[in-house]
C-alpha cells in the first residue's frame, strides 16, 4: 500500500499565494509521475498540475503563469506554489501518485485525503 499526505491549504484572499506540499511513502518501487486534481464546489475534479519522473511538466491552462509544480524524487514529495489566487481556485485539492509496487506490478494510481484551499474576493 501507499500511502500520500499532503499540507499547505488554508484560506488566503485573492491575488495571495499558498503552497502545498505532499508526500507518498510505504510499499514505492518506482514513482512515476506526481500531481495535482482540485475539485471546486459543484464542479467535476480536474488535473491541475502534474511532474513526471522524467521532469516532464503539466499544468491546466486556468493556472498556467500563477501555479508551479515541483518535486524531490528521492522523498517522494512535490510541491505545488500557487501564486494570484483567484476565487474561482477554491475547492479540495488532491495530491495523487503513479507508482509500481514491485518491479512485476502495473503502475496505479494513489490519493491524498485532501487539502481544502478556500481563496476570498
Known amino acids: 500500500q501507499v500511502y500520500l499526505v499532503e499540507s499547505g491549504g488554508g484560506l488566503v484572499q485573492a491575488g495571495g499565494s499558498l503552497r502545498l506540499s505532499c508526500t507518498a511513502s510505504g510499499a514505492i518501487f518506482r514513482t512515476n509521475a506526481m500531481g495535482w486534481y482540485r475539485q471546486g464546489p459543484g464542479k467535476e475534479r480536474e488535473l491541475v498540475a502534474q511532474?513526471?519522473?522524467?521532469?516532464?511538466?503539466d499544468y491546466a491552462a486556468s493556472v498556467k503563469g500563477r501555479f508551479t509544480i515541483s518535486s524531490d524524487v528521492a522523498k517522494n514529495t512535490v510541491h505545488l506554489q500557487m501564486d494570484s489566487l483567484k476565487p474561482e481556485d477554491t475547492g479540495v485539492y488532491y495530491c495523487?501518485?503513479?507508482?509500481?509496487?514491485?518491479?512485476?506490478?502495473?503502475?496505479?494510481?494513489?490519493w491524498g485525503p485532501g487539502t481544502q484551499v478556500t481563496v476570498s474576493s
Open positions: 511532474i513526471t519522473s522524467s521532469y516532464i511538466l
Open positions: 495523487y501518485a503513479d507508482v509500481q509496487t514491485s518491479p512485476m506490478s502495473y503502475a496505479n494510481q494513489f
